[in-house]
């Protein structure tokens, strides 16, 4: 299948899913509550505050803490077909791109604007050129995932997050299939992901900030920075709609 067709299938795919979800009796995917896909409440804890990054290499910019509502949430659209919070979830993960494209310099940004730039904390810089701004990488799902959804997680986020500079689709692929990573310790997520991922040559001398859902212990992030570095690419930043507060210390988000 050629890229375009896949593309215009992922697409049919997810409007079907989209369809269904109205039709059907919705719940909120946060709280239960009725006739709401995300109700007002639960999408109250779903914008993004104050986006700090994380100290990881690659650096992190996450726009939620993993935790409360936004579990709940990116549980039920990842594993029970809830694209119908997509939409929620897109605005903190374009929160979390405008924060890291504006934090490259001057004349790297997604496009979004000043205001963003506000809610983030951070001072606007004047329009940019988005010629010059970061290329979103996206870390590829298993074939299991994908026929267990349906759909790309991640994916889905980032065509919904309306973002100006568009991804480089399949930059990343998975060299073998790896465990899912839930109830993995941090050393076994590493050497799950360890040497998984190839990345494409046409990433050679871009600079790019790789696309994530979720990061809890970052091994994932790493291995794919791991792989864009081997063609020759640069990896500026990594953005994820969560990230597991960490043990210990404050989440990403403040």
């Given at each position: 299948?050629?890229?375009?067709?896949?593309?215009?299938?992922?697409?049919?795919?997810?409007?079907?899913?989209?369809?269904?979800?109205?039709?059907?009796?919705?719940?909120?995917?946060?709280?239960?509550?009725?006739?709401?896909?995300?109700?007002?409440?639960?999408?109250?804890?779903?914008?993004?505050?104050?986006?700090?990054?994380?100290?990881?290499?690659?650096?992190?910019?996450?726009?939620?803490?993993?935790?409360?509502?936004?579990?709940?949430?990116?549980?039920?659209?990842?594993?029970?077909?809830?694209?119908?919070?997509?939409?929620?979830?897109?605005?903190?993960?374009?929160?979390?791109?405008?924060?890291a494209q504006s934090?490259?310099?001057?004349?790297?940004?997604?496009?979004?604007?000043?205001?963003?730039?506000?809610?983030?904390?951070?001072?606007?810089?004047?329009?940019?050129?988005?010629?010059?701004?970061?290329?979103?990488?996206?870390?590829?799902?298993?074939?299991?995932?994908?026929?267990?959804?349906?759909?790309?997680?991640?994916?889905?986020?980032?065509?919904?997050?309306?973002?100006?500079?568009?991804?480089?689709?399949r930059a990343l692929?998975?060299?073998?299939?790896?465990?899912?990573?839930?109830?993995?310790?941090?050393?076994?997520?590493?050497?799950?992901?360890?040497?998984?991922?190839?990345?494409?040559?046409?990433?050679?001398?871009?600079?790019?900030?790789?696309?994530?859902?979720?990061?809890?212990?970052?091994?994932?992030?790493?291995?794919?920075?791991?792989?864009?570095?081997?063609?020759?690419?640069?990896?500026?930043?990594?953005v994820a709609v969560?990230?597991?507060?960490?043990?210990?210390?404050?989440?990403?988000?403040?």
């Open positions: 299948m050629t890229t375009t067709n896949q593309l215009r299938t992922n697409k049919l795919r997810e409007s079907i899913l989209d369809a269904a979800a109205a039709l059907q009796p919705v719940q909120c995917s946060g709280c239960g509550e009725e006739d709401r896909a995300v109700c007002a409440a639960c999408s109250a804890a779903l914008l993004p505050g104050m986006i700090a990054a994380e100290g990881a290499a690659p650096p992190l910019f996450a726009a939620l803490a993993y935790d409360g509502v936004v579990r709940r949430v990116l549980l039920a659209y990842k594993d029970s077909g809830r694209t119908d919070a997509a939409s929620a979830l897109a605005v903190a993960l374009r929160a979390a791109i405008v924060t934090q490259a310099g001057p004349g790297a940004d997604s496009g979004a604007g000043s205001r963003a730039r506000t809610r983030a904390g951070l001072q606007p810089h004047p329009p940019v050129d988005a010629r010059h701004a970061l290329l979103p990488v996206v870390i590829p799902s298993t074939r299991a995932a994908f026929r267990r959804r349906g759909y790309h997680p991640t994916a889905l986020l980032l065509r919904r997050s309306r973002i100006l500079v568009p991804p480089l689709w692929r998975l060299t073998r299939q790896t465990e899912d990573q839930a109830g993995l310790t941090a050393q076994q997520r590493t050497r799950n992901r360890a040497g998984s991922m190839v990345a494409s040559r046409r990433l050679r001398g871009r600079d790019c900030v790789i696309v994530d859902d979720i990061v809890t212990t970052g091994a994932t992030v790493r291995e794919a920075a791991r792989a864009i570095t081997a063609v020759g690419g640069r990896v500026v930043f990594a969560a990230r597991t507060p960490l043990r210990g210390g404050s989440p990403v988000v403040a």
